[in-house]
């Protein structure tokens, strides 16, 4: 199996309501789609968002990063050889991690579908069923509060509540959200860099102090505020979890090394790909640390493959965060991963099983 073409689409997908963090308001999921096709007929696809305020990412970028750079680098190889066609893959330019996670995701679909299996279990296998969370954006607290009830009433056990806008406010919307699902739900905070390092440690600790019991806090300060990071990890009771701290294994390393959080949260738009999301999770479960598998605002094509590399390495994914197709106001996917509230379940099917992509606008070379 030899690919021979790389083609692109514009997915856009309507959110059921807007998604609201302290960096920005996204009202649809508008990606790039990427098939990359062979001699043998079979397609693989691969997704991309355009999330500049965190991969510095956008449409155009991605699109002529795949054309210009990956794209010669790749068509022409043999699907087999894909650690080659993966390092080609991350080598071809600096940076740009989210077209090279579209092209990657391809890749391993294609990795799949050769050997006739799913793609977790060319990852090394696991049980095919996971449970995500699902985010509550930043909004009025009444508001919060009633998506919280109503999340947990479809059955979701862990709340991923967005914060970092107002300290005050902040403090009061989880008190608020936790007296109204307590015993019902875990919450994990996500302040999307929104406080400064004392900012974090005097709400975490108001909360620990009011008889909030949080999972988790993710990246309470500024990405590239490791010493930030570090002091609130030292000072609270409460796990942090970085995210936009970390994107590839190097930065794992010495995060923890420093022990500067407790959690990694890995995203392939963060990483390329799941050649560096592997080897995360591998650095990780040597270190003995806990990460999380997220994604940005993606649909159900990319967040297969996370979900297909949380089951093969769910030593060390302890925590699901996929909830992207459950925001969408329709999938626009036919087969591949099964998405049901919070519960997520693997076919059989070869590769990420993607049959049909409803909806796609082709994007001319």
Not at 300 to 321: G, R, Y
Request: proline share 4%; with cysteine.
């Amino acid at each position: 199996m030899k690919i021979t073409d790389i083609r692109f689409g514009m997915l856009r997908v309507p959110l059921k309501t807007p998604f609201k963090t302290a960096l920005r308001t996204v009202e649809a999921v508008e990606d790039i789609v990427v098939s990359v096709h062979t001699d043998t007929g079979h397609v693989g696809y691969g997704e991309a968002p355009a999330t500049a305020v965190i991969t510095g990412d956008t449409h155009g970028s991605i699109i002529e990063a795949i054309r210009k750079f990956i794209a010669p680098r790749v068509i022409g190889q043999e699907v087999a050889n894909l650690n080659h066609i993966t390092a080609q893959i991350q080598s071809a330019l600096e940076k740009n991690t989210s077209a090279k996670a579209a092209v990657e995701i391809a890749v391993y679909d294609l990795f799949g579908q050769l050997y006739g299996v799913p793609l977790y279990k060319m990852l090394g296998g696991g049980d095919p069923v996971i449970t995500t969370d699902i985010t509550i954006s930043v909004d009025y607290i009444d508001k919060m509060v009633a998506d919280s009830i109503s999340a947990v009433d479809r059955g979701f056990e862990s709340l991923k509540i967005k914060v970092g806008k107002d300290i005050g406010v902040d403090i009061e919307r989880v008190k608020a959200i936790y007296a109204a699902v307590e015993g019902r739900a875990l919450l994990r905070l996500d302040a999307n860099q929104g406080w400064s390092a004392k900012q974090a440690v005097y709400a975490i600790s108001m909360l620990e102090d009011a008889g909030v019991r949080l999972e988790l806090v993710e990246q309470p300060v500024k990405a590239k505020d490791l010493d930030g990071m570090k002091y609130v990890t030292e000072r609270v009771h409460t796990p942090i979890m970085a995210d936009e701290s970390v994107f590839g294994p190097t930065e794992v390393i010495d995060l923890i090394r420093m022990r500067a959080a407790d959690i990694i949260n890995i995203k392939l738009m963060k990483t390329g790909g799941l050649s560096n999301a592997i080897r995360i999770a591998d650095i990780a479960e040597l270190y003995g640390v806990e990460c999380m598998i997220g994604c940005m605002l993606e649909s159900s094509i990319s967040v297969a493959a996370a979900v297909h590399l949380a089951v093969a390495k769910s030593s060390a994914i302890t925590k699901v965060d996929l909830d992207g197709p459950s925001l969408c106001a329709f999938n626009p996917v036919d087969g591949g991963v099964n998405f049901n509230e919070s519960e997520i379940s693997v076919t059989d099917a070869p590769g990420l099983g993607i049959r049909e992509i409803r909806g796609l606008i082709p994007i001319e070379a």
